[in-house]
């Protein structure tokens, strides 16, 4: 039962019989506030704000690092020693690499393939220099261990063998 019909509590309608019909109160020192301003202050807030940022990121897929056995190293070991036989000859062929690239936020990452003309390959630093340069004027490079798959018209004749 609702509260004061039970016959024990007094009865609102008369316990505020004489102030149900007075005017509104409008104050003198505030202007009134629009309806669209007094819905915004009761409008809820994210008590958890970032909440579905994370669920998020933790839905986000990534995949392991594959290892290769040695018959794929070979075949790209080959491919490398193509590509810099290539270069010593003064070309920069086009290649698309097949390279693991880390994620950022948590274990795992992602396989991404580029094409690009490669400038050298450093073996000190164990990478493919290429061609192309990034925001501040620096080559870009490919780990020589994250790579796993190498193609290009050049190379493709590795392969079949």
């Known amino acids: 039962m609702a509260k004061g ?4 509590e007094p009865d609102p309608r008369i ?3 004489d102030i149900i019909d007075l005017p509104h109160h409008q104050s003198s020192k505030h202007p009134h506030m629009s309806l669209y301003d007094r819905a915004a202050q009761f409008a809820s807030y994210k008590a958890l704000s970032g909440y579905e940022d994370m669920i998020g990121e933790e839905a986000r897929q990534t995949n392991r690092k594959i ?3 040695e018959p794929g190293l070979d075949v790209l070991n080959q491919k490398l020693n193509l590509i810099n036989d290539m270069l010593a000859d003064g070309e920069n062929p086009a290649v698309s690499f097949t390279f693991f690239v880390a994620d950022a936020k948590k274990a795992g990452g992602a396989y991404v393939t580029r094409t ?3 400038k050298r390959i450093d073996a000190l630093e164990q990478a493919v ?3 192309s340069a ?3 004027g620096i080559n870009e490079t490919i780990p020589i261990r994250d790579i796993v798959e190498i193609h290009g018209d050049s190379v ?3 392969d079949s063998d």
């Open 5 to 8: 019909m039970t016959g024990k």
């Open 15 to 17: 316990v505020y019989a």
């Open 67 to 69: 290892d290769l056995e």
């Open 116 to 118: 690009e003309r490669v």
């Open 129 to 131: 220099i290429l061609c």
């Open 134 to 136: 990034n925001a501040n």
């Open 156 to 158: 493709d004749s590795v």
